[in-house]
């Protein structure tokens, strides 16, 4: 499954910003899609992730940082993921990246965290001033 990220910008703090992950190929294969974040000089952390079953019951995690702020949603006929991202703060500053696997929300899902820089895509840029 090919993903590309859209949607970053620059805003200040208390702003919002919607960012999406459009997947392309065998999107078939996916059963779950979430965002990623790493900043400067950090390692690459968990966001938010959605999976889905054949009865299309959608599942989601949040990690703490943007629980209660970010809101993870799909569409299934686009094949599309986004990422409404409310109330932000200088800390969320990051590039944001997308992953499509088949699997679930969880732990597992949260470990791709520590998939090589060769996996992930080009990301999209997220800057949020003070």
């Known amino acids: 499954v090919h993903v590309v990220e859209s949607g970053g910008g620059s805003v200040q703090a208390g702003g919002s910003l919607r960012l999406s992950c459009a997947a392309s190929?065998?999107?078939?294969?996916?059963?779950?899609m979430g965002w990623f974040r790493q900043a400067p000089g950090k390692e690459r952390e968990f966001v938010a992730a959605?999976?889905?079953?054949?009865?299309?019951?959608?599942?989601?995690d949040y990690s703490d940082s943007v629980k209660g702020r970010f809101t993870i949603s799909r569409d299934s006929a686009e094949n599309t993921v986004y990422l409404q991202m409310n109330s932000l703060k200088p800390e969320d500053t990051a590039m944001y990246y997308c992953?499509?696997?088949?699997?679930?929300?969880?732990?597992?899902?949260?470990?791709?965290?520590?998939?090589?820089?060769?996996?992930w895509g080009q990301g999209t840029q997220v800057t949020v001033s003070s």
């Open positions: 190929g065998r999107t078939f294969s996916a059963s779950v």
């Open positions: 959605i999976s889905w079953d054949v009865d299309n019951t959608d599942d989601r």
């Open positions: 992953a499509a696997k088949r699997g679930a929300v969880g732990p597992m899902f949260r470990l791709t965290a520590r998939e090589t820089d060769e996996y």
